[in-house]
């Protein structure tokens, strides 16, 4: 069945360093999500998306799919405590009503 | 988020005996879903509802049923809950074309 791997499992960064998670699908996406989850809380969507090639900013976030829609990857540029929590990408294929996600990146940030 | 109550939020019982964990949503979305959240295995979908009535397996269905009798309501039970079934579930909706939204979770522990 189709798998949605992350890397890494953890990272742990000095504030105001970069940050980046990779996310690869066994199979072609029709699209794929992003989820922040917070120490203790749930997973709250970021962005979704759709075509290949996508690039899409949220102020430090920058999201990337992939060429042929396997991969993707979220980069954060100069972390901030606030960016503390656990990453997941999440993919569906055609005609499906069900997403996969990803094993998730624990992103821990030092002051 | 997106007015989802699950219930209960904490449980502790013992290997063999039932248990049934209740998700609550009040947007009136179409799709509900159940995931667990394991340390390294991310969410895994249990099983998803597409309407009432209607509902179909994810990747760890095994040991679990689902039922949904009312658009607001989509019920998980362990009819005989294993060690193995401790873990933290959380309950998803949305509605089509949108983003899931997440409850708060549920923290099932299985003595």
């Known amino acids: 069945g189709q798998q949605v791997m992350q890397i890494p499992q953890y990272q742990h960064v000095q504030e105001g360093e970069d940050f980046t998670t990779y996310c690869n699908s066994s199979t072609t996406l029709s699209n794929i999500q992003w989820y922040k989850q917070r120490p203790g809380g749930h997973p709250v969507f970021l962005i979704q998306l759709v075509k290949s090639g996508e690039v899409k900013k949220q102020k430090r976030l920058t999201f990337q799919f992939g060429e042929a829609k396997k991969n993707s990857s979220l980069h954060i540029t100069a972390t901030q405590t606030t960016d503390v929590g656990t990453y997941f990408c999440a993919g569906s294929e055609d005609n499906t009503d069900k997403l996969i996600f990803g094993t998730g990146t624990r992103l821990q940030v030092f002051p | 988020d997106a007015g989802i109550t699950q219930s209960p939020r904490h449980k502790v019982t013992e290997t063999g005996t039932p248990v049934t964990l209740r998700c609550h949503q009040t947007?009136?979305?179409?799709?509900m879903y159940w995931y667990r959240q394991d340390p390294g295995h991310g969410l895994r979908l249990i099983h998803y509802s597409y309407g009432v009535k209607d509902t179909d397996k994810g990747e760890v269905s095994d040991g679990y049923s689902v039922s949904r009798s009312k658009t607001e309501d989509f019920l998980l039970t362990l009819e005989s809950a294993t060690s193995s079934q401790t873990s933290v579930y959380f309950c998803?909706?949305?509605?089509?074309?949108?983003?899931?939204?997440f409850g708060d979770g549920t923290r099932l522990s299985i003595l």
């Open positions: 947007e009136n979305h179409r799709y």
């Open positions: 998803a909706t949305r509605e089509g074309g949108q983003p899931q939204h």
